[in-house]
């Protein structure tokens, strides 16, 4: 069985959200990007299962900007 895996870059929970001057939306300038903690539990799992046997193969995918 293989297993696909969709990761998503967040603002790291540890930061203070600024949102922009014109209220568009979140600044995102200089503000430090992690992987989503939910991703990181499937992505455990993944290799959990994989471990066991049970998955022949882990498939990690993230759509986005290269930085994603």
């Known amino acids: 069985m293989k297993v696909l895996v969709a990761v998503k870059r967040v603002v ?3 930061v203070k959200v ?3 001057a014109d209220n568009s939306g979140v600044d995102l ?7 989503n903690p939910f991703c990181e ?4 799992e993944a290799v959990r299962l994989k471990e066991k046997g049970i ?4 498939v990690v995918v993230s ?3 290269n930085a994603a």
Not at 29 to 35: D, L, Q, R, T, Y
Not at 41 to 44: K, L
């Open 41 to 44: 539990i499937a992505v455990e």
């Open 12 to 14: 790291d929970y540890n």
């Open 29 to 35: 300038a200089n503000v430090k990007m992690s992987m």
């Open 18 to 20: 600024r949102v922009k």
């Open 63 to 65: 759509v986005g900007p």
């Open 55 to 58: 998955a022949s193969e882990i």
